[in-house]
């Protein structure tokens, strides 16, 4: 286990793990993906994927961690939005270690 804090020292199995630890964190992964310019709290969020806020926190959370997610207050409530740069360093990074899994494997 790493013993760093910093998302970014993030190796790209333990990003996988995460991202991949529950359906919830998958779901929540594909609605901002799907709408990158999404602006909501967490209980509308939440509501997007037919969940609550309290079932989608620790989730949320996760994605906080790794720099995906981030809070931003506004008004009396705080919402929810995607940091572009660090989800397209994600995905290269899982594009990268597909990749090097396929060759392994001796996928295409």
Known sequence: MSSSSSSSSSSSMEIINTILSSVTTVDLMKL???NPNLIDTMD???????????QVENDIGKLI??????????GKETVLVLDR????????????????????????
Do not use: C, H, N, Y
Request: proline share 2%; hydrophobic share 40%; net charge positive.
């Open 32 to 34: 901002f993906q799907k």
């Open 65 to 74: 961690d790794l720099g995906i997610l981030v809070k931003i207050p506004s």
């Open 85 to 108: 740069k660090r989800a397209k360093e994600i995905d290269l990074k899982i594009e990268s270690m597909l990749g090097w899994q396929q060759q392994r494997d001796g996928g295409a």
């Open 44 to 54: 509308g969020v939440a509501r997007r994927i037919g969940q609550t806020a309290s």
